[in-house]
């Protein structure tokens, strides 16, 4: 019998969790809750396990080992301290919280519960990225001088819950959920923080109260350049990162694609197969837990990412460059 999970939230992403743990041996999920309760009532028939309406009430009456957190951003502080205050390790989904001081309670009441948590950066298991950090850290491409991440997709989807679009419940709009995947996806990338941010951002004719689109330069720690660029208006997809060296450059298509050139026209590279990105996470959070260590995507990392997710709409607001606050 392996660790007993129980699932805060039975939406879209909690399927994808549901079926990593199946497939395995350590993880065994226990109950369900969502305030929707048909949604609990599906998955939980669909998996065998009781279904709650209230994660409180399932947190204290099933104790479960381990909480996944898939629910919108604005609950995640709340259901992360709920769950470590009861002794509970934590998987909880990105980004970590709706502000840096949030994430400084939940850290706070991790350490206090004795518990481990992780943030479910999935950016650090996707195969087709893996691969590109071989690229880098490798070093046969020379030194990394500039980074340029463009994201657009329709962020208005007739499939996309509600919440997604107040601010209030979801913390901003594509720059914060799809943004906190490329700045995850830059820092981890490059073993940097980001430490500054200067962004325009656009709120024209998007549904809610969140912004449509943005565009900012962000320079890393040790002075690298980057740009992020990301439109969730109706427009041809795209999904591209690209890396540019003193002798070389990586074109990133996560999740697909990678291209590498060292002086001539791109040629795809191979890319290893790799396990199940959520079955990779809950292994990082199971070894902090056996190890009694932090997760190697740590708290204080998934924090950083929320600090440059606040630091672009402080930098839209104040027209400015804006410094990433620690
Ligand atoms: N890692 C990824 O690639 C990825 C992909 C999609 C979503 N996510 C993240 O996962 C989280 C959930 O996103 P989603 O797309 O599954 O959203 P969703 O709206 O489909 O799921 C959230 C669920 O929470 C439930 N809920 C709301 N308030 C509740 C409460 N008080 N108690 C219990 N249940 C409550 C809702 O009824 C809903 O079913 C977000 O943080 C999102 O950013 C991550």
């Given at each position: 019998m392996g660790y007993r999970v129980a699932v805060i939230g039975a939406g879209i992403?909690?399927?994808?969790?549901l079926k990593a743990m199946r497939s395995m041996d350590a993880l065994a999920p226990c109950a369900i809750a969502d305030i929707a309760r048909d949604r609990a009532d599906a998955l939980a028939a669909e998996h065998g396990i009781p279904s709650y309406a209230d994660y409180k009430q399932m947190i204290e009456k099933e104790r479960p080992d381990i909480a996944v957190v898939t629910l919108p951003h604005y609950l995640h502080r709340e259901a992360a301290c709920f769950a470590a205050a009861r002794g509970c390790h934590v998987m909880l989904e990105k980004p970590m919280a709706m502000s840096a001081s949030e994430c400084d309670e939940i850290i706070e009441a991790v350490y206090a519960g004795g518990v481990k948590l992780m943030v479910g950066h999935t950016q650090h298991y996707d195969a087709v990225n893996l691969a590109a950090k071989a690229w880098i850290d490798g070093g046969r491409l020379g030194r990394l001088t500039m980074i340029g991440d463009r994201r657009h997709q329709r962020y208005d989807?007739?499939?996309?819950?509600?919440?997604?679009?107040?601010?209030?419940?979801?913390?901003?709009?594509i720059l914060t959920n799809l943004g906190s995947h490329s700045i995850?996806?830059?820092?981890?990338?490059?073993?940097?923080?980001?430490?500054?941010?200067t962004s325009r951002i656009r709120y024209a004719e998007m549904r809610g109260d969140i912004e449509g689109g943005g565009s900012a330069f962000l320079v890393t720690e040790s002075g690298i350049p980057a740009t992020l660029?990301?439109?969730?208006?109706?427009?041809?997809?795209?999904?591209?990162?690209?890396?540019?060296?003193?002798?070389?450059s990586m074109k990133l298509l996560t999740g697909r694609e990678l291209w590498i050139s060292e002086g001539g026209d791109y040629e795809q590279v191979p890319v290893p197969p790799q396990p199940d990105p959520f079955v990779r996470q809950f292994e990082d959070l199971l070894g902090a837990i056996r190890d009694n260590r932090e997760p190697e995507c740590s708290m204080a990392y998934s924090r950083s990412v929320v600090a440059v997710v606040e630091?672009?709409?402080?930098?839209?607001?104040?027209?400015?460059e804006t410094q990433v606050e620690r």
């Open positions: 992403i909690a399927g994808s969790h989807t007739p499939t996309r819950p509600a919440w997604f679009f107040e601010k209030a419940k979801a913390g901003g709009g995850d996806k830059i820092q981890w990338l490059t073993g940097e923080r980001i430490a500054s941010v660029s990301q439109s969730g208006y109706p427009g041809a997809v795209v999904d591209e990162t690209e890396f540019r060296f003193t002798g070389g630091s672009l709409y402080r930098s839209h607001e104040r027209g400015a």
